[in-house]
């Protein structure tokens, strides 16, 4: 069964330093999302990509974010500058069909941890 | 804006038992709403969704879920508790732009 992939699982980095998380949606779906969940809270709404622009983005998304489809397989998800407050599970996800009432199909998810 | 809260950020059931998870929501248009799962170290994945066809939403696992919209509730249920049941439940519902609003999760525990 296609699934979403996420690496890496796990990724500890220094404060200040510049991260790439990396994504493998379902090869036929053209919508995608990220969404993080820190410690304890509930899972928020980052940002959504389709046709190689942003959709929709969250207050969350600042500038220190961005999101980019490099080639037809990985979708990433880069934060320049980490802060402490960044540390959370970060969870990739896509839709085959326009996200209303269609399904999202989520990703493992990527621990990151900022020191 | 649409939110949804989930009641009870713990709930525990014996083997066999029913379960009752409960999700109430906010919109001001007819809501599509979600119910996903989430097991230890894995992704979260769809139970079942409500999108105004039937208000008696029938998902994967024996999991159903009933939309009342005079109660503003979305409530998850299973007859009879099994112990791979044990997870993490979100409600969420869909808001514009590809935005999923979760609740807070539901950690569900199944005693033998």
């Known amino acids: 069964e296609p699934e979403v992939t996420q690496t890496p699982s796990h990724q500890v980095t220094q404060m200040g330093q510049e991260v790439i998380l990396r994504c493998v949606p379902i090869s036929n779906h053209l919508y995608f999302y990220w969404y993080r969940q820190i410690l304890g809270q509930k899972v928020e709404f980052l940002v959504s990509f389709y046709n190689n622009e942003i959709s929709e983005k969250s207050e969350i998304f600042d500038d220190q974010f961005s999101v980019e489809r490099p080639d037809g397989s990985n979708f990433t998800l880069k934060i320049r500058s980490t802060k402490l407050e960044d540390s959370a599970m970060y969870f990739c996800?896509?839709?085959?069909?326009?996200?209303?009432?269609?399904?999202?199909?989520f990703g493992p998810g990527t621990r990151l941890t900022v020191l | 804006a649409q939110s949804v809260t989930q009641l009870g950020s713990h709930v525990s059931v014996s083997e066999g038992a029913l379960v009752l998870l409960r999700c109430n929501y906010s919109s001001s248009v007819p809501p599509y709403l979600f119910w996903y799962v989430q097991y230890p170290n894995q992704g979260l994945q769809l139970l079942l969704k409500?999108?105004?066809?039937?208000?008696l939403v029938k998902g994967i696992n024996g999991f159903e879920a009933e939309f009342k919209k005079s109660e503003t509730s979305f409530h998850l249920t299973k007859p009879s508790a099994h112990m791979s049941d044990a997870a993490e439940y979100f409600c969420?519902?869909?808001?514009?732009?590809?935005?999923?609003?979760f609740g807070q999760g539901t950690e569900l525990s199944v005693k033998p």
């Open positions: 996800a896509s839709s085959e069909l326009p996200p209303t009432a269609n399904e999202q199909f």
């Open positions: 409500y999108t105004s066809a039937a208000t």
């Open positions: 969420a519902v869909y808001n514009q732009g590809g935005k999923l609003i």
